[in-house]
Nanobody, 123 residues
Framework: QVQLMESGGDLVQAGGSLRLSCVGS????????MGWFRQAPGKEREFVAA???????YYLDSVKGRFTISRDNAKNTVYLQMNSLKPDDTGVYYC?????????????????WGQGTQVTVSS
């Protein structure tokens, strides 16, 4: 089993920045790829960004150029740096981990999920 714990969510004004962190524990050796998803009130969960074991990254079109995903394998941590935040970025952000074959943007391809951290962007 793998446990994921997110942190870094907050209330921020539009144009501001936040950095989310996700620390993994447990059977980390089984993890290949990591991702971030978000869910706004009344909306379905959507893919935000993902990173493979080798460091290849993938992004939702609307966050390209503003968000950066990175990972520190030695610390079992994945980060999401979010700049130029917009009110549409508001939501609960979830960290996810995949152990096997994986499609970056498809949530059912992930095996483990964190509890989420709230990001609120005010206009």
């Amino acid at each position: 089993q793998v446990q994921l714990m997110e942190s870094g969510g907050d209330l921020v004004q539009a144009g501001g920045s936040l950095r989310l962190s996700c620390v993994g524990s447990g059977s980390i050796f089984s993890i290949n790829s990591m991702g971030w998803f978000r869910q706004a009130p009344g909306k379905e969960r959507e893919f935000v960004a993902a990173i493979s074991w080798s460091g290849r990254t993938y992004y939702l079109d609307s966050v390209k150029g503003r968000f950066t995903i990175s990972r520190d394998n030695a610390k079992n941590t994945v980060y999401l740096q979010m700049n130029s935040l917009k009110p549409d970025d508001t939501g609960v952000y979830y960290c996810a981990a995949a152990g096997g074959r994986w499609t970056p943007s498809v949530d059912v391809r992930y095996d483990y999920w964190g509890q989420g951290t709230q990001v609120t962007v005010s206009s």
